[in-house]
């Protein structure tokens, strides 16, 4: 009974993931079973009694049960084995995980997202305050505090940033991630907006939290001022007293690495009045562009020889987007490999129900047993090519030395055990389910759909062409002669 519940629950999880292919292995089990139990009866075999006639349909229909319990078997146990071959070539190839990938930024670099200077500007004031008590004989209470106020005004006029990102991947594991090197240059050209002098605090946000900066450099009008900033906050800050109209020209630059993308973020609180961001990809070319989410699209792309320059500009401009790239997917070991075996399992399932089916209506001795020999020497082939793929030249040179010789020698076995034009369309679909369409739906699987019904209509054609053929061989009941003369 549990082994009956559990056939059922594998059928089940088969008909929710896989409804057609499904349909069409209860159709070649129903053939099965019905050819099972209406099988004619021997020309040497008397007239029997009822209850010798009971005894022939209750073995038949005992022999038509056991063997579809043993078709299901095979199709419980050779499925779980594609499943493991396809894990266990993923475990090994390319195999991305987020553990993995937060090893590697704590080793390498997380994703940088660079923010804009800011700065504050303000004056302090000393002011008396007059506080008068309550008893009116008593004098007023002078107290003297110091009054901070804000300068709102924008100084900056115009922003010139310059970053030159390469890529440089990582490995970890069995797959390879997405990193980058960035060479970064930023410059400011600020003016102290008011009549008067000011104190101001300058904050320039660093990109990521815990990341490695090199080669850090800070000029502030020609003079180096890094030694007077403070890292407070993963920013750098530096106090500086302004002149009144005092113009500033700062200069950040530094070298750094992270991953998966780089994003400037420009200010949303002010007006951006003269801006312009010259990003450098050197090896990463305009096909493979792709920008963050909440990115802008550059001003202008220059293609250069293997790589291109985004160049983005803003004049009097208020927006909170930003700019920046994204890295594109790297091919990762295996990958051919690998996307032609997640398709094997319905490339097999299709197999599977054209043995049964066909084998069946061909009327071929011991089909059953044809069709689950059949259905395991495929699913071993399916193992050998995730096993021999890093020796044989990889997928091609697998598939080439192999699995199409593999194929094409089941394929001649088929043409012997089923004659005619049966055996040669029987044949050519095992090519199709077991070749074609895995390899056609692994590399192109922007169409994966359309080689999916086409192989549908593929085994619809032929399971109706078998199933007249069947009918029209079937020779028809003879009248009994009891009944006519009655």
Request: proline share 5%.
């Amino acid at each position: 009974m549990k082994i009956l519940l559990k056939l059922l629950g594998r059928a089940g999880d088969l008909a929710d993931t896989q409804p057609v292919i499904a349909l069409f292995l209860a159709g070649a089990l129903l053939a099965v079973f019905l050819t099972s139990i209406l099988r004619k009866k021997s020309p040497a075999e008397p007239n029997p009694s009822l209850l010798w006639t009971l005894y022939h349909q209750a073995q038949r229909m005992l022999w038509a049960v056991m063997l579809i319990s043993f078709l299901a078997a095979a199709l419980c146990l050779l499925r779980p084995y594609l499943h493991q071959t396809l894990a266990t070539f993923e475990r090994e190839h390319g195999r991305i995980t987020e553990a993995n990938y937060n090893a590697v930024q704590t080793i390498w670099g997380a994703e940088q997202t660079q923010g804009d200077l800011a700065m504050d500007m303000y004056y302090e004031e000393e002011v008396t305050e007059r506080i008068e008590s309550e008893d009116l004989t008593k004098p007023a209470v002078l107290r003297k505090k110091i009054v901070r106020h804000e300068i709102t005004s924008n100084p900056f006029l115009s922003d010139r940033h310059e970053v030159t990102l390469r890529q440089n991947p990582r490995k970890k594991g069995s797959a390879y991630y997405d990193g980058y090197e960035t060479n970064c240059r930023f410059t400011w050209k600020l003016k102290n907006p008011a009549d008067r002098d000011l104190k101001s605090v300058l904050v320039f946000p660093l990109p990521a939290a815990g990341a490695m900066y090199d080669a850090i450099t800070a000029t502030l009008n020609g003079r180096d001022v890094l030694a007077q900033m403070q890292l407070k906050d993963a920013a750098l800050r530096l106090e500086y007293d302004l002149k009144a109209n005092e113009p500033l020209d700062l200069a950040i630059s530094f070298t750094s690495r992270g991953m998966s993308y780089w994003y400037f973020q420009t200010k949303d609180s002010q007006e951006t009045r003269d801006l312009v961001l010259t990003l450098n990809l050197p090896d990463l070319a305009k096909a493979k562009l792709n920008y963050p989410g909440g990115c802008m699209t550059p001003t202008e792309i220059k293609t250069t020889p293997g790589g291109c320059v985004l160049t983005y500009r803003l004049n009097h401009a208020i927006s909170n987007k930003g700019m920046g790239i994204s890295l594109p997917t790297l091919p990762q070991p295996g990958e051919t490999t690998r996307a032609v075996l997640d398709h094997i399992e319905t490339g097999w399932l299709f197999i599977f129900a054209m043995l049964v089916l066909g084998l069946t209506l061909a009327g071929i001795d011991h089909a059953v047993l044809f069709s689950i020999l059949f259905g395991t020497a495929i699913a071993c082939i399916y193992g050998l090519l995730g096993d021999l793929s890093d020796l044989l030249f990889g997928f091609w040179g697998t598939a080439i030395l192999v699995v199409l010789p593999l194929l094409l020698l089941l394929t001649w076995l088929v043409r012997r055990a089923v004659p005619g034009v049966a055996g040669n369309l029987a044949a050519l679909q095992m090519l199709l389910y077991g070749l074609i369409y895995p390899s056609l739906a692994g590399l192109d699987s922007d169409r994966e759909s359309l080689y999916f019904n086409i192989c549908v209509i593929a085994f619809l054609a032929m399971a109706a062409w078998q199933l007249l053929l069947y009918l029209n061989t079937v020779p028809k009941p003879e009248p009994n002669p009891v009944a006519s003369t009655t």
